[in-house]
């Protein structure tokens, strides 16, 4: 089976993409000289605002922006036939760290970012330019401006901006709002957990972080306070915290460098990372001094709950670098405890080195 082309068919085909193209540039030159999407004050019209989420500009728009913007788009011209003054500004998103964060990755040489520019036409000299982030936003806002006037969109040109300090007017009217909000009552300054920088000291989100770091999100793990006898908290990390009137003992891992510290008015004993990342939730932290696991392996502390005395043990699969770097064991419902505890159990060796034949028969 074939189709024949129609007369109509033909004549479509003949309408080649770069005589469009001349129609388009002729009339929307004939919109701009005639400024008909200018929006000015006109009492005896009822008048309109339309705008579209500033978009982001650290690259080009895409088809989903384009489906979007239209919605705005039909409604602006839609209001124009009926009559209305319709004001129609473009506002541009450059607030924040995505920018930032890649500005840096070119200064690093980052080849994925490097990639992605070269994709977008810039050439080997022009890409090191993009180490400043005030480079993409002033080479980002011009492109995007560019493409939605292709387009054909009726927007009020002379009332286009963009967001951040580089922009001094439009920010300090966002500090200006913030302030009136707060004297009314309507804001409030708290905290809330975070994925957080320590080195640029600022919270950072999947756009700030390499693409193997995207995904994390803070994570709540409860921290259980054991103690022994001269009142040193023993914190274990656990997702289980319902499970502590189970516990058999504490698990730490012997080879493993902790730290004695301060924790708000407490003697701890915690892993480095643990204190560290304490210390980040506003505890305070004051270091002590440095022991190893093994230091209290044998050693027994208290259960909160029970009141139960029970022992710590060594555990080299405890890794320090999660939570508080110890664990409380509850082999009634870890299947991984009750394995550890049987496997201590007949570790001959390491029951003669830590002397604990009789703790893990009692």
Known sequence: ???????LQTGVCALSEKRIRTIEEKWQKKWEDARIFEADADPSKP????????????GDG??????????????????????YNVLFPQGFHATGQPIVAAAK??????KKYVEILKQYGFSDDEIPEFGDPKKWIETFVERWIKALKGMGFSIDWRRTFYTTELNPPYDRFVRWQYIKLKEKGLVVKGTHPVVWCPV??????????????AGIGP?????????????TVIPTGTYRPETVY??????????????????????WVISEWGAK????????????????????????????????QVPILPAKFVDPDVATGIVMSVPAHAPYDWIALEDIKKDEKTLEKYGLKEVVEH
Do not use: C
């Open 246 to 267: 189970g516990v058999t003992n504490i698990w730490i891992n012997p080879d493993a460098e902790y730290i004695v510290a301060e924790v708000d008015g407490e003697r």
């Open 62 to 83: 895409h088809l989903g922006h384009l489906y979007t913007q239209l919605h705005a788009e039909f409604y602006a011209r839609y209001k124009r036939m009926k009559g």
């Open 47 to 58: 008048k309109i605002f339309v705008t579209f989420p500033y978009p982001y500009v650290n």
């Open 200 to 213: 640029e000291k600022i919270p950072v989100g999947d756009h700030d972080r390499p693409d193997e770091y």
């Open 277 to 308: 990342n304490i210390a980040e939730q506003l505890h305070g932290v004051k270091e002590i001094k440095k022991i190893k696991g093994e230091e209290l392996v044998g050693k027994t502390v208290q259960n909160p709950v029970t009141g139960d």
């Open 105 to 110: 990755r070119i200064r690093e040489g980052d």
């Open 1 to 7: 089976m074939t189709f024949s082309s129609s007369p």
């Open 219 to 231: 994570e709540e793990i409860v921290v259980v306070k054991f103690r022994m006898d001269d009142g």
